[in-house]
Structures are given as structure tokens and as C-alpha cells.
């Protein structure tokens, strides 16, 4: 069983995806074991994507992420972490695969509607940084 962080991002939230979003999970077979709507700092989105600090997108996407509001998301399952990522799509949504997330929502690479842990190691960064213990059932 893993456990992995997925945000409806601020575009997403405007296009009014939250529950497309959260149906597809569902339907594959994924369990929502946290969830809240909030509203990232500059600063907490700065912190959120520190892994990307040297990459030129850094300041127009942490803009972005603190444009509105978000709902983030721990999604648990096997293999949870790969099954969001296929849900998702290619970052660009010009790559991701018909189907997916991206390729049917999204509107350009930065604004693609929706976040998902990379590996281990990041959801093990990312869930923390929404979610304490109690929060997660
Ligand atoms: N992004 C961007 N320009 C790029 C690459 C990424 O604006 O050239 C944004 C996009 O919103 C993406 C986020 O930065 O979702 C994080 O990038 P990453 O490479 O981690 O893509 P993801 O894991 O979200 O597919
Ligand atoms: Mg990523």
C-alpha cells in the first residue's frame, strides 16, 4: 500500500474539476485518505516546489500555484504513486496520452490542473507538508 500527494490545481479548481478529478481516482480503484481546500503563499508554493528553485518556470509557476484556491489530496493504493501519474498525463498535455487528466482538461504546460508525487521520495516531502497524522484516516 502507498501513499501519494495529488493537488487539484488553481485552474482546475476554476474550471470546476475537483470532483472529475476525484472520481477518476475512485474509479481506479484508489482511496482518498486526506483531503482539504487551501490557499498557498508565494512562499509555500516556493517551498512546495524547492526541488525546481533553479528552473525558469519557478516564479510564474509558484505564482500560479498561489493564484486561488487548491485541494490537495493523499491518494493511498498499490502503486499509487504510477497510477496517479497514468490518471494524470505528460506534463504537457500536447504529450499526455488521450484519456488522461491533462489531455483532456489541461490548457498549456504550466496550467495543466493537476499535481501528483514523482516517487517515493517526493511524497514523503509533499504529504507533510499538507497533512499532520491526525488528518489522514
Ligand atoms: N511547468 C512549467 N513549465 C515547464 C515545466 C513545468 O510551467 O516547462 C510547471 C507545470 O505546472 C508542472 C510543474 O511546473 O506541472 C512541475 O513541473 P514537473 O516537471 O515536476 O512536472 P509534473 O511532475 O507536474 O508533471
Ligand atoms: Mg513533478
Not at 498561489?66 to 498535455?93: D, F, H, L, Q, W
Not at 499526455?96 to 489541461?106: M, S
Amino acid at each position: 500500500m502507498e501513499r501519494t500527494l495529488s493537488i487539484v490545481k488553481p485552474d482546475g479548481v476554476k474550471k470546476n474539476l475537483i470532483g472529475e478529478v476525484i472520481k477518476r481516482f475512485e474509479q481506479k480503484g484508489l482511496r482518498i485518505a486526506a483531503l482539504k481546500m487551501l490557499r498557498m503563499s508565494v512562499d509555500d508554493a516556493k517551498g512546495f516546489y524547492i526541488v525546481h528553485k533553479e528552473r525558469p518556470f519557478y516564479d510564474t509557476l509558484t505564482g500560479f500555484m498561489s493564484e486561488g484556491p487548491i485541494v490537495v489530496v493523499v491518494v493511498e493504493g498499490e502503486n499509487a504513486i504510477s497510477k496517479v501519474r497514468e490518471i494524470m498525463g505528460a506534463t504537457n498535455p500536447k504529450d499526455a496520452a488521450p484519456g488522461t487528466i491533462r489531455a483532456d482538461f489541461a490548457s498549456d504546460i504550466e496550467h495543466n490542473i493537476i499535481h501528483g508525487s514523482d516517487s517515493k521520495e517526493s511524497a514523503s516531502y509533499e504529504i507533510p507538508y499538507f497533512f499532520s497524522s491526525l488528518e489522514m484516516f
